[in-house]
């Protein structure tokens, strides 16, 4: 089947912690989908549960898979992305730094849906616009919960590279809600997801604890790895 939804993955496969392998069919990543889009056989469509990233400027009405059935949770982790957004931004590396400063909550609320659905078998899919930054930074810390090293993580985000095209054709299409993005932002720098790691490794107790300074529940962590590593 031809995939038509930009810059999907399942991100399954990989080995965490203690050497178990991440389960397939249960994380899935994209940019904006739309209910036309087509997924590789196999994939488990629709999921169960979307994580919506994109801020109130980016979107109106229902979301665009809600017609499928899924079960739809908006957590807006640039909630003030608006015309303008990116003069105090130079770069990437910065704009990350900003959602770990300002959304570790909707982080550790992010994590907790996604274990709780595959507890009960069922997939989640994690998107913003382009499935590339706020989803990059969501994944990276599901990923690191779960025990993946960090080089891993990075390779995975790093993929984007082979999407940008349909990325910028999807967010700049007739009827696009998507504010203008500087061309710069719609790179795939592996520094500033580099940034994102080095944040969680150097925190005192590494990414577990940064996940429970924000909030998070040790026992969050022990039903996502129980639910995603085999």
């Known amino acids: 089947m031809s995939v038509t939804l930009p810059n999907f993955r399942d991100v399954g496969g990989v080995v965490g912690h203690d050497g178990a392998t991440v389960r397939t069919g249960l994380l899935l990543r994209s940019g904006v989908p739309e209910p036309t889009d087509t997924v590789p056989d196999g994939t488990p469509w629709p999921p169960a549960l979307v994580v919506d990233l994109r801020s ?12 499928l059935g899924p079960r739809v949770v908006t957590l807006s982790l640039l909630s003030s992305l608006a015309p303008g957004w990116h003069e105090d931004t130079p770069t990437l590396t910065h704009l990350y730094g900003k959602v770990l400063d300002t959304a570790g909550p909707l982080l550790v ?26 989803t990059g930074i969501s994944v990276a810390l599901l990923l ?25 054709a999807r967010l700049r299409a007739p009827g696009s809600d998507h504010p203008p993005v500087p061309a710069a932002f719609l790179t795939v720098p592996r520094e500033a997801i580099e940034h994102v790691l080095d944040r969680w490794q150097e925190h005192p107790g590494g990414v577990d604890a940064w ?11 022990e039903r996502l ?5 085999v």
Not at 56 to 67: D, F, I, R, Y
Not at 144 to 167: K, N, Q, S
């Open 56 to 67: 109130s400027m980016e979107h109106g009405g229902s979301h665009p898979l809600a017609p």
């Open 109 to 134: 609320q992010l994590v907790d849906e996604v274990a709780s659905t595959a507890a009960e078998g069922g997939a989640s899919l994690v998107h913003c616009a382009a499935g590339k930054d706020r």
């Open 144 to 168: 690191r919960l779960l025990g993946v090293p960090r080089d891993d993580v990075a390779a995975d985000y790093m993929l984007t590279e082979h999407a940008t095209a349909a990325i910028d």
């Open 211 to 221: 996940f429970a300074s924000v909030g998070g529940d040790t026992r969050t962590v």
């Open 225 to 229: 790895r129980t639910a995603f590593l």
